[in-house]
């Protein structure tokens, strides 16, 4: 009896879990507000703005809920998604996720730096490759909340490693730095050992990663 029990709760979780996950139909009404900054399908037009087409549903839901709770601070977004429920964040996630990413171009001078550092990483400085966590095309792992990279703005990637570089040092959500990585700091690490002209590179190469 025991037993039968725990195998009803396992499949009630599940089953609530799958009816929590996000309805991509629903999201895309829900995104007229973003739209203005990140495209009607999440390619945005302006290289500061990330493109959100693509991305792994349960990256973009922890980075919507990390925003709109404050522990991700972006100036342009701050009380834009106190309405939402957590539902509707899921909807809005699974909507981005559906789309196609546009993926833009490399500069061929900094090709060659960029893919090296991507697939084997710097072992002199303590950098791990790119393509362990975020796959060899730039993909992401989407059940392990790993983000996607492929065609992402190069001017966005840099912003976000320099601010996960002070991240490293400073411990309190604002808008010049990046904290929610999680407690073993993996992203702050990295991008910390990081030299400026490696991080251009990499940008450049992810920016035309498919």
């Known amino acids: 009896m025991k037993k039968l029990l725990v195998s009803f709760l396992v499949i009630a979780g599940l089953a609530a ?11 895309k009404a829900l995104t007229a507000v973003c739209a203005g900054c990140h495209g009607a399908d999440g390619n945005s037009a302006v290289a500061t703005f990330p493109k959100l087409a693509g991305q792994g549903e349960k990256y973009l839901v ?47 001078e900094l090709v060659k730096l960029g893919e090296a550092l991507y697939k084997a990483g710097n072992a002199k400085t303590g950098v791990p490759a790119c ?29 976000q490693l320099k601010k996960f570089q002070k991240g490293y040092r400073f411990d309190e959500p604002a808008a010049d730095n990046r904290i929610n990585d999680g407690e073993a700091k993996i992203m702050r690490s990295i991008a910390f050992n990081l030299k400026d002209f490696e991080i251009e590179a990499l940008a450049s190469y992810i920016q035309g990663l498919h």
Do not use: W
């Open 17 to 27: 879990g799958a009816n929590a996950a996000g309805n991509a139909e629903d999201g």
């Open 62 to 108: 922890k980075q919507l809920k990390d925003i709109k709770e404050g522990n991700r601070v972006i100036v342009e977004m701050t009380g834009l998604l106190t309405p939402y429920t957590d539902q509707q964040l899921e909807d809005i996630s699974a909507f981005y996720a559906a789309q196609s990413t546009q993926v833009g171009q490399a500069d061929p």
């Open 131 to 159: 393509a362990g966590c975020h796959s060899p095309k730039g993909e992401g792992i989407a059940l392990g909340g790993f983000p996607a990279l492929s065609g992402q703005h190069a001017d966005y990637t840099i912003a």
